[in-house]
């Protein structure tokens, strides 16, 4: 291990303190992440390889991004990217941080489904476009659309899907499915599904920084919810399948919107937490 030049450790002591001061939870992982970065290179290879000579203008770029952070933005919007399910997407203020959990959900659709058979798929709520470009880079096969209301999403989607190859998915500005005709073999969700009166409880970077299109929703947070799994039931076809993402504390209201003989098979995947989070279920 080589000991890391004296600028670049100046600068990241720096920006940690910077960042401690704050409340920052993880400032050395923030300032090292947002460092590596800058130089184009993993955290782990700046302290274990680091260069001898920090370029140019970096450490102006530094400070103003450790200011930004100070401030509370999340750092995936400061990088402008975030890793997930192995590809790296665009983030901007339009879109959602992706988040681990709905990678969850990637793989459990992944799972019930075999390759090579062709499929219809609808991503709503796509944001970024994580959900839908995750699946159809995985199974070429399948025909995915990926709807959100949000134009200034779509952009970032759009663009996501053309620097990653995902030629299968196309994207729709739509009200869940008011603007699209047609029936889907699986509908998978990311919805919003905070109750507007816990808008308090969420970290500041949340609250503050992310979109409230890609937060909220009526009715203690579950009116896109139930609006979603209301339409699925005729937008998806016979044994058809639906998967969404739901709130740590919803799996008994949301439970009841499948209850109404339409559907088949109620399941509740749980988080790494032992949250129920995805709530799956059939198309009679
Ligand atoms: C929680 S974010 C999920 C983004 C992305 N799928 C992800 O998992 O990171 C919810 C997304 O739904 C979109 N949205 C909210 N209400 C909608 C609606 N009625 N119809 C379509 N999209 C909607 C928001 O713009 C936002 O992009």
Redesign the pocket.
Known sequence: MVPLNSELATLLAEGKKALAVTGCPTPELDAGFLMADLLGIERAQMLLDPPASIPPGAAETFRRRIARRVAGEPVHYITGKKE?YNHTFKVNPA?????PE?EEMVEAVLKQSPRGVALTVA?????????GISLGLERPEWRVTA????AA?LDIGRENAARLGAVNVSFVQ???FAALPGQFDIIV?????VDHGAKNALQVEVRKFE?P???F?AERGLA?IR?LVAQSAERLRPSGVIFC?IGYDQKEAVQKFFEDGLWTDVTFLKDISGHDRIARAARR
Do not use: K
């Open positions: 997930f879109v959602l941080i992706p988040r709905t991503d709503v709520g796509t944001g970024s476009g994580c959900i709807i959100d209301l949000s999403a739509s009200d869940l969700s990311n919805p919003p599904y979109p299109l890609a937060l929703a896109v609006e993402e």
